[in-house]
């Protein structure tokens, strides 16, 4: 009886060891097997990621920014309304990049600038010009001439001093992946992708300063006014009666005004505008109370930091189309559509804001469309 039962013990234990056994087997069979699984999906995982971000040292930062060591403040100026003017400031600047391709073979030069810039003797508002060139503050200079010396300010700035002109190596790396899509000028010259951005800096720093003392302003490219500008204008020579820009009629004051190029598609991510090179609102032209933009460029250029962050680049009208869509923004843009064939549809608020001196009519009518964007 005692041999059955040491029997029974012994076939007991050997069944636990081979239970046991059998157990560690699985274990370690499943362990391998993850393992060379983890292995094979890191392997494929390498091939489509992205190259790591390297680490950008910028000298802005706003919420939502993928970069974390800007030194910029984003701070607020205090606005004594009492103390300010109704006028418009109207800040422009022009940054040599020499010549380059725009569209599918247009081709932009510094002389075609300097020839659009003479359009600037016939504006009357106060003006703040930025410039990196001797040469293009003097002509700037020459031009400006034609208007009392109280209504300009001209800023001799440094590329490597700018937090837009900064990013041109981070630009450049990601216009430079395979297949990126190319289009020119915006996702292949990264120097104007920058000067681009700059325009919000730009007047990020003129708000700061406010050195017209005005509650309105507006950025102008050199080459909105093109149309006014005679082949026989010069910088000695004005082209034309004198204007100035004035806040568009039922502009709300809690908003900025652009011009609507083409009707936003909220279902656009941003692979598909950069790729697409959609646009909604034309950067050549906007206006809004000094509050209302100072937040609004602070936003700008947050959701640009933010952008490169995620390896995506173009122009200002790319980077706009992308905020609003993903909801990046707290600043209301309310759009201006052009109902008239006689003028650039881009360019068509900047018409609207303009009025020749002695008349309060605008140079084009104001049955326009209008859209709030919240």
């Given at each position: 009886?005692q041999?059955v039962?040491k ?10 060891v081979?239970?046991?056994a059998?157990?560690?087997t699985s274990?370690?069979l499943?362990?391998v097997s993850?393992?060379?699984?983890e292995k094979?999906?890191?392997?494929k995982?390498t091939v489509?990621?992205r ?6 040292h910028?000298r802005f ?9 800007s030194t910029?403040?984003?701070y607020?100026?205090?606005?004594n ?13 022009y940054?040599?990049l020499?010549?380059?391709v725009k ?9 075609l600038y300097h020839h ?5 003797a016939?504006?009357?508002?106060p003006?703040?010009?930025y410039?990196?060139?001797d040469n293009?503050?003097d ?11 109280n209504?300009?300010?001209?800023v001799r700035?440094?590329?490597?001093d ?11 790396e990601i216009?430079n992946q395979p297949?990126?899509?190319?289009h020119?000028?915006n996702t292949?010259?990264?120097?104007y992708?920058?000067a ?8 990020h ?11 309105y302003?507006?950025w ?6 093109r149309?006014?500008v005679?082949?026989t204008?010069?910088p000695s020579?004005p082209?034309g009666?004198p204007f100035?820009l ?5 502009l ?5 005004g652009?011009?609507?190029v ?11 505008i950069i790729?697409g090179n959609?646009?909604?609102?034309c ?7 000094v509050?209302v933009?100072f937040?609004?460029v ?8 933010q ?7 173009s ?7 992308w905020?609003y ?16 064939d006689?003028?650039n549809s ?11 001196i ?13 859209d709030?964007f919240?």
């Amino acid at each position: 009886m005692q041999s059955v039962q040491k029997m029974r013990i012994f076939f007991s234990r050997q069944r636990i060891v081979l239970i046991a056994a059998a157990i560690i087997t699985s274990i370690s069979l499943y362990i391998v097997s993850t393992i060379s699984s983890e292995k094979e999906t890191s392997l494929k995982f390498t091939v489509i990621k992205r190259k790591p971000q390297k680490k950008v040292h910028v000298r802005f930062h706003a919420q939502g920014s993928s970069f974390k060591n800007s030194t910029v403040p984003q701070y607020a100026p205090s606005f004594n309304l009492s103390t300010l003017t109704e006028d418009v400031t109207v800040v422009t600047a022009y940054f040599n990049l020499g010549s380059f391709v725009k569209g599918m073979s247009d081709v932009y030069g510094t002389k075609l600038y300097h020839h659009w810039m003479t359009v600037f003797a016939q504006i009357t508002n106060p003006v703040v010009f930025y410039v990196d060139t001797d040469n293009e503050a003097d002509l700037f200079s020459i031009i400006r001439s034609h208007q009392p010396k109280n209504r300009t300010r001209i800023v001799r700035v440094d590329r490597k001093d700018l937090w837009s002109f900064s990013l041109v190596p981070y630009i450049e790396e990601i216009y430079n992946q395979p297949y990126f899509p190319k289009h020119h000028p915006n996702t292949v010259r990264p120097d104007y992708s920058a000067a681009m951005h700059a325009k919000y800096e730009l007047i990020h720093r003129t708000i700061h300063k406010n050195p017209f003392r005005t509650k309105y302003i507006a950025w102008l490219d050199i080459g909105l006014f093109r149309g006014l500008v005679p082949a026989t204008a010069t910088p000695s020579i004005p082209g034309g009666p004198p204007f100035r820009l004035d806040l568009p009629q039922n502009l709300g004051l809690d908003k900025i005004g652009y011009t609507e190029v083409y009707r936003r598609d909220s279902s656009l991510d941003l692979r598909q505008i950069i790729s697409g090179n959609y646009v909604w609102v034309c950067g050549c032209f906007f206006i809004g109370h000094v509050d209302v933009v100072f937040r609004w460029v602070v936003e700008y250029m947050g959701a640009v930091e933010q952008m490169i962050g995620e390896h995506w680049m173009s122009t200002d009208q790319q980077v706009i189309y992308w905020i609003y869509n993903k909801g990046l923004h707290s600043t209301l843009i309310q759009t201006f559509v052009s109902e008239n064939d006689n003028y650039n549809s881009w360019f068509y608020l900047g018409y609207l804001s303009r009025h020749e001196i002695g008349s309060r009519k605008p140079w084009v009518e104001t049955n326009n469309e209008k859209d709030v964007f919240p």
